[in-house]
């Protein structure tokens, strides 16, 4: 598939995205239009912190950071950093809570 291709097939799906939303906004039952909602925010949110990890992963993970110029490359670079700084830490904590939590 050639780069012309994907962008068409990209801005069709943003496309698709808007007109669901569209179908979304209109639903009467505020119930539902809410719970619609909500899943595609979650759904939205997985799928671009999904996007942000793989650009970090291959464009951004082997840079200096004084050479991202882009504010959003930054928030990017930064927030992955710190993930990997931490992550370990998180986890480890929530196993040693999880563990203490079924011993008692």
Do not use: A, G, W
Request: proline share 1%; no cysteine.
């Amino acid at each position: 598939m050639d780069n012309e291709n994907i962008n068409e097939n990209l801005e069709s799906r943003l496309s698709d995205i808007r007109n669901l939303y569209q179908i979304i906004n209109n639903v009467k039952n505020e119930k539902k239009k809410f719970l619609l909602k909500h899943k595609m925010q979650t759904e939205m949110d997985f799928m671009i912190d999904r996007i942000e990890e793989y650009y970090y992963k291959y464009v951004l993970k082997n840079k200096k950071e004084d050479k991202i110029k882009n504010e959003t490359e930054k928030l990017i670079y930064k927030s992955r950093k710190t993930m990997d700084m931490f992550l370990p830490y998180i986890l480890l904590y929530n196993i040693t809570e999880s563990n203490q939590v079924n011993q008692n």
